[in-house]
């Protein structure tokens, strides 16, 4: 057989974490632990995004307290966001490709679910134990944001996009 790898198409940027193994504590706003709503809340009220960013319920908006009492955050627009089966085909050796078949499409839902899962989706909001458990990418412009909000001046520290490659 003539198989390298399957190839997915996914629309988006390719995300390098660190800290996988850690489980976000809620999904929404009205669900994280009430000490952290309120601070996600007064945040998103204040938040001015750059020009060239999404508006903010196209982010996937993951917030942790570092050391120094500070809230950090990481917007990101989630990359894996198509479906599997449009646009699924396997790399050959000879450079040509072919559909995938079943267990290929089924693998690539599993692969797509455990990247929604780490990442978020659109809208989410997750709150991490530490900034440890935060995706992590290299470039992407205005696809990841990162964010340092100082809460008792109430002031950003930092809110910038990311560099591109």
């Known amino acids: 057989m003539n198989l390298v790898a399957p190839v997915f198409s996914v ?3 390719v995300t390098v ?52 009492g500070n809230v950090v955050a990481v917007y990101l627009i989630p990359s894996a966001t198509s479906s599997v089966e449009q646009g699924c085909e396997v790399a050959l050796k000879n450079f ?11 693998e690539g839902r ?26 992590f990418v290299l470039d992407g412009g205005c696809s990841f944001i990162s964010i340092t909000y100082q809460p008792k001046t109430k002031s950003f520290e930092t809110l910038v996009c990311n560099g591109l490659a």
């Open 11 to 13: 629309f988006g940027i």
């Open 96 to 106: 040509g490709s072919r559909p995938c078949d079943a267990q290929e499409i089924a």
């Open 17 to 68: 974490l660190f800290g996988c193994a850690q489980s976000p504590v809620s999904e929404d706003i009205a669900d994280i632990l009430p000490k952290h709503s309120q601070i996600v809340r007064e945040i998103e009220a204040a938040v001015v995004l750059p020009s060239e960013a999404d508006p903010i319920e196209n982010y996937a908006r993951h917030y942790a307290m570092d050391h120094e």
């Open 110 to 135: 599993k692969h797509l679910e455990e990247i929604q899962s780490r990442d978020g989706i659109a809208g989410q909001v997750i709150w991490h134990d530490s900034e440890e458990g935060f995706p």
